[in-house]
């Protein structure tokens, strides 16, 4: 569930941008936080309200009010995507639960036969666009772990500019063929949570050796990174559904 900051922020961002770019001001805000439970009052709404316009969220059109500028509607996007995937987490949890652990795991040694080969030839033939664009996604996703936003989209991307990188176009399609099931990155980011788990020092760490182009050490940067989800999965089930597989723990 998204942070009770973030709830309000999302809801503040939401107000303004239902106004269709007609400036609104703290009173306006205020009542209609106070529709969806909020009791705040009309000065830390203004609070927020600068806080927002200094992160570049908002722009103050006069004493009109505010409006949202293109970072705040793209925040506001962000926010939105995190809310979809909170509010889908009981059929996300079904989902995890139907595919099964061992089928995680099988999809995961794929991925670590695929994905280490990926890496080496990644920092064999990478060029500096493409190590830029991996420092973005990096940095991108540190941005949502501070803010408490899902990462699963900048896993994928952070692992597609590497299959592109990597000029094979055979492991590529291999690839492929995993990533199509859609909710893969999901449920492995679902189960992390669960279990108190983070892939933001493994990306750092595959990027890292893939811009230096050290092709062993980003392989086995890649590999560290699948072996810690596989163990990821394994906790999980441990945790939650007993050794034998068998549910023990209904999570609510």
């Known amino acids: 569930m998204l942070q009770e900051k973030q709830r309000l922020l999302f809801f503040i961002l939401k107000a303004i941008d239902n106004s269709k770019a007609v ?27 600068r806080q927002m316009d200094i992160k570049g969220y908002t722009e103050k059109i006069g ?5 949202l500028t293109p970072l705040g509607k793209k925040k506001l996007e962000e926010l939105e995507r ?15 639960r139907a595919t099964g652990k061992q ?6 040694i794929a991925r670590k ?8 030839l990644a920092a064999m033939y990478i060029t500096d666009e493409e190590i830029s664009q991996m420092k973005k996604v990096i940095e991108r996703q540190e941005m949502h772990v501070d803010e408490g936003i899902s990462i699963a989209e900048d896993d994928v991307e952070f692992h597609k500019i590497i299959a592109k990188a990597a000029r094979n176009r055979i492991l590529d399609a291999a690839m492929d063929l995993i990533r199509q099931h859609g909710q893969l990155s999901p449920m492995l980011e679902y189960i992390r949570k669960e279990v108190k788990s983070s892939v933001l020092l ?9 811009a230096a182009r050290k092709p062993e050490l980003a392989e086995e940067a890649m590999i560290r990174h699948i072996e810690k989800l596989e163990n990821d999965v394994k906790k999980y089930w441990e945790i939650f559904y007993g050794e034998d597989n068998n549910i023990h723990v209904v999570k609510n």
Do not use: W
Not at 103 to 108: F, I, R, S, T
Not at 113 to 120: D, G, M, R, T, V
């Open 63 to 67: 004493f009109k009010g505010r409006n």
């Open 103 to 108: 089928e995680l795991l099988d999809a995961l």
């Open 82 to 96: 995190e809310n979809t995937i909170n509010h889908y987490g009981k059929e996300l949890l079904n989902v995890i």
């Open 202 to 210: 493994d990306h750092k760490n595959i990027y890292k050796a893939i």
């Open 113 to 120: 036969a695929i994905e280490s080969q990926l890496a080496k």
């Open 23 to 49: 400036p609104v001001g703290s009173g306006f805000i205020r009542n209609t936080l106070q529709m969806q439970g909020f009791d705040v009052s009309e000065a830390t709404v203004g609070r927020m309200l």
